[in-house]
């Protein structure tokens, strides 16, 4: 019974773990670019339309489309850290899911996208 206690201990905590890694993933649009900076080496994802590009972005981004087709897109993609972001967080969510299952760590999102990053008063290319 004791060994039973102390195995659910462990496994309580393990899961506890989990999910704190998983929410210091998403980041706020200030500490994605302070974390970004600080991080050498780290890759600057930007998943949005070329269109959306266009219209304003990340200095020193790549950006690759984020699409049914993206999974297929990654082989040129250097395994770094990365830091992906879009126009509203939902589609570099995904993103960041997909680059998770093809062995990308750490994956880090930008909560918001581009819509929190402008609110922030932040710089856009």
Same mark, same amino acid.
């Given at each position: 019974m004791r060994k039973f206690i102390v195995l659910l201990f462990v496994? %309580? %905590?393990c899961g506890e773990k989990k999910a704190e890694v998983a929410t210091e993933t998403v980041l706020e649009p200030a500490e994605f670019q302070a &974390?970004?900076?600080l991080t050498k =080496? #780290? /890759? $600057? $994802?930007?998943? +949005?339309?070329? @269109?959306?590009?266009? =219209? =304003?972005a990340l200095a020193g981004q790549k950006n690759i489309v984020y699409d049914d087709l993206f999974a297929t897109k990654l082989s040129d993609l250097e395994h770094k850290p990365i830091?992906?972001?879009c126009g509203s967080g /939902? +589609?570099? #969510? &995904? %993103? %960041? #899911? /997909? $680059?998770? @299952? &093809?062995g990308y760590e750490p994956v880090y999102e930008m909560k918001g996208g581009m819509k929190a990053w402008r609110g922030a008063g932040l710089p856009v290319q």
């Open positions: 496994l %309580a %905590a &974390k970004f900076q =080496g #780290a /890759i $600057l $994802l930007d998943v +949005r339309t070329e @269109e959306e590009v266009s =219209g =304003g830091f992906v972001y /939902i +589609r570099s #969510a &995904k %993103a %960041a #899911a /997909i $680059l998770k @299952e &093809k």
